[in-house]
């Protein structure tokens, strides 16, 4: 009985985990730039000082999917959309660099580019600092020009230019703050490959219709583990009764 009830306690554990891990990728169907998360379940044997006579189940995220959004327009002189495959690189904190899609900015009181999120954006040389402008302009490549205050409109200076990146995906991991990463820490160098397209945003990959096809349907089948851990208390039972009369 403790094997059927064990089984059950974990595959209600993990279904719990599974629909969270769906229900954030719902949550997120109207993020900029927003990748799913994938969910999978198998069988595990338990290991210990004993045979492994147990299995229970896992829930994990094997991976994200990396299926491009769809491009809406916005008409702004800073929002851009990654063309591809690509991130923009932002600062990651702690002195570390992260990676994204969100292509939305706005240049805060001190100069800094940042994302509507609040990272700042990386250049090629560092952090990106707007002198103050009329006009700013954001090339193909990423490269940053600006029309200075008191400048003519065709007066325009390259002040810098947002670094692009082309990570091999299976190297980089998803963070708890929707971000990307190196696995191994490591810089990640520019890809000249990578450009954007200026006045649109790309919109989250999340499919809203299967996302919530997959929390209805993992929460029957949580509802199913609860009812078999009922079942296996009640044979335990019974079968204590019977032991007692024998």
């Known amino acids: 009985m403790d094997k059927a009830l064990y ?21 997120n169907v109207n993020t900029t730039g927003f990748r799913a998360d994938f969910a999978q379940a198998r069988s595990m044997q338990v290991f210990g000082d004993a045979f492994p006579s147990r299995v229970y189940a896992l829930t994990e995220r094997p991976a994200t999917d990396f299926r491009p959004g769809v491009f809406q327009e916005t008409g702004s002189d800073l929002d851009v959309a990654i063309e591809g495959e690509g991130f ?38 560092g952090p990106i600092v707007i002198p103050p402008f009329e006009k700013m302009e954001i090339g193909k490549d990423g490269t940053i020009s600006i029309q200075g205050q008191g400048q003519s409109p065709d007066a325009l200076t390259q002040v810098n230019r947002i670094k692009l990146v082309n990570p091999d995906l299976e190297g980089i991991d998803k963070g708890a703050d929707g971000l990307f990463r190196r696995k191994d820490g490591l810089i990640e160098p520019p890809a000249n490959e990578v450009t954007v397209a200026k006045g649109f945003l790309e919109t989250s990959n999340v499919n809203a219709v299967d996302a919530m096809t ?33």
């Open 214 to 246: 997959q929390i209805l349907s993992l929460a029957r089948q949580f509802e199913l583990q609860v009812k078999m851990m009922r079942t296996a208390e009640d044979n335990a039972e019974a079968s204590s009764r019977l032991l007692q009369v024998n």
């Open 7 to 27: 089984i059950a306690m974990t595959g209600a554990r993990h279904n719990a985990a599974a629909q969270t891990l769906h229900a954030n990728n719902l949550a």
């Open 88 to 125: 923009i690189t932002v600062d990651g904190g702690g002195g570390t660099e992260a990676f994204t899609r969100l292509g939305s900015f706005y240049v805060d009181n001190a100069g800094a580019l940042r994302t509507t999120t609040g990272r700042q954006v990386l250049g090629d040389g």
